[in-house]
């Protein structure tokens, strides 16, 4: 990876007029704001359909699109929606949060108008779409249909037993009961497909790169679990025998009961590791670059048992380390990842990094916490490394500026020769650190280009509500802002033709 740098800005902060973001004319705009702004990079949260809680890393299914971000007026510029189809929906009051109950309220119900006429309209088009991708499509179909049919539930509440248990008979009885409803969401991912593709291929043309995140565990209610079990550590009852998290720290007294099923590492390893090779194989046809997310999960991860109610009584437990990834990345030899390498991270976990050949983060903030220690500062970086100020997960460069531990916030101005009473902000007196440090790839969050505060923090882990619901105004994207940002990538080496 040549010296360059890029932007992490998620697909649903993007502004538009319908609520979230989506692959719409705000997209290309910002691809061509990140050309302008002398960026190579697009980082992305992952783009999966989102369920209770509206996190990115809990998606139904690894393979499907999220239906949320299909641009309604493209489909009104194609003739398959009308603007009175739209004009009388609440899509939330405010244009810079998301308001997930309007969008889960309202955006399925347009798309299925949308697919009607579409389905006529793009008959053969479809159809190829359908028989190339009917692995995952039709399972994570009927799926989508049986959470509508009954109630959004998770499957697990389904009172049908033999579906529950995804029987074959079953299944057939539902696909005909279902069709219709298959069917839209099939064509919601038909359609998710196309404007991704199309947006993804203009971006190449404007030399940006994608990078996108694959979250290392999936949902338990979610296509994959409900239909592919085997792999998973899951009982008879239909509950997993144990659930995914992070022990306690000086984050969080109780750890991260993240409450997602854990694999059945030896079932996979017997099957070749088949499920996760589909499965970074369906998520590499998304992006460019892939960020294994919980990289030290890999070498050891936190279990605990089902139904306790915090990550407290958990235990670590021996990961498949080189075991899988040398196979694993063996099959995608010509593909790019990254590995989030944060946590809480050993020795075991440095030799993982090591021997997987992968470039792991470097975050800004961290440097100054006294609770992480001095790994993260600048002078003890690698080339092969990715540099960040923050990631979704942390506060931006502003808000913990405000609401930091004040001695580590003292050390960081100190660090920074930053001057309260000077005209560079603070959040700007970070970006310079990262642009300027040796890391191959440096990466910050709009926000902090920005200059926000607590109002546009992404997400705070250990927490459900108030989450992922920042948006982007489209005033934020201005010509001087760009030229601002490519000046200082300018200066630190970091533009290439």
């Known amino acids: 990876m040549e010296r360059s740098a890029g932007i992490l800005m998620p697909i649903a902060s993007l502004p538009s007029k319908y609520g979230i973001g989506t692959l719409g004319k705000s997209a290309y705009k910002f691809v061509d704001f990140l050309e302008s702004a002398g960026q190579r990079f697009w980082q992305v949260l992952p783009i999966g359909q989102t369920g209770y809680g509206d996190s990115p890393y809990q998606s139904f299914s690894s393979f499907a699109g999220n239906p949320y971000f299909v641009d309604l007026e493209e489909l009104m510029e194609e003739g398959l929606l009308k603007e009175e189809d739209l004009k009388s929906i ?3 009051k405010e244009k810079d949060h998301i308001d997930y109950g309007k969008i889960y309220e309202n955006r399925i119900h347009v798309l299925k108008l949308a697919c009607k006429k579409g389905l006529a309209k793009n008959e053969g088009a479809f159809y190829r779409f359908l028989e190339q991708n009917q692995r995952w499509l039709t399972e994570y179909a009927l799926f989508m249909s049986l959470k509508e049919h009954f109630g959004m539930v998770s499957w697990t509440q389904w009172p049908d037993e033999a579906i529950k248990r995804h029987e074959p008979g079953s299944c057939n009885y539902y696909k005909d009961m279902l069709r219709e409803d298959i069917q839209a969401y099939q064509y919601m991912q038909f359609l998710f497909f196309k404007q991704w593709d199309k947006l993804r291929e203009y971006a190449h043309k404007k030399n940006i790169q994608i990078i996108g995140d694959l979250p290392i565990y999936v949902a338990m209610d979610s296509c994959d679990v409900w239909s592919e079990r085997q792999w998973f550590q899951i009982t008879e009852n239909n509950e997993p025998a144990v659930v995914a998290g992070c022990p306690p720290d000086a984050f969080t007294k109780d750890g991260q009961l993240w409450g997602n099923p854990i694999y059945d ?27 294994l997310d919980h990289f030290r999960g890999f070498e050891s991860y936190w279990e605990i048992p089902y139904g306790e ?43 993982l990094l090591k021997e997987s050949g992968l470039p792991g983060m470097k975050v800004l903030q961290f440097a100054f916490d006294s609770r992480e220690g001095a790994d993260y500062l600048p002078y003890t970086y690698q080339s092969h490394s990715l540099c ?45 650190m990262g642009m300027g440090s040796v890391s191959d790839l440096f990466i910050a969050p709009m926000q902090d280009y920005l200059e926000l505060g607590k109002e546009a923090r992404m997400n705070v882990p250990g927490t459900i509500e108030g989450n992922w619901i920042w948006r982007m105004k489209a005033s934020d994207m201005t010509v001087s802002l760009a030229k601002k940002i490519k000046n200082l990538t300018l200066c630190y080496g970091r533009i290439w033709e």
């Open 265 to 291: 590492w030896w079932r996979l390893k017997e099957d070749g590791y088949g499920f996760w090779i589909r499965r970074l194989d369906g998520t590499l046809r998304f992006y460019d670059v892939l960020r």
């Open 388 to 432: 960040y100020v923050g990631t979704h997960d942390n506060a931006t460069a502003m808000e913990w500026l405000e609401e930091g531990n004040s001695k580590d916030v003292k050390e960081a101005m100190a660090y920074l020769d930053f001057d309260p009473k000077g005209e560079e902000s603070f959040a700007w007196a970070m970006l310079r």
């Open 309 to 351: 109610k915090t990550a407290r009584n958990g235990r670590w437990v021996q990961g498949p380390g080189m075991d899988f990834l040398r196979p694993v990345l063996g099959w995608f030899s010509g593909k790019q990842f990254i590995a989030e390498d944060l946590g809480y991270v050993t020795p075991q976990v440095e030799q």
């Open 90 to 92: 609440n899509w939330g």
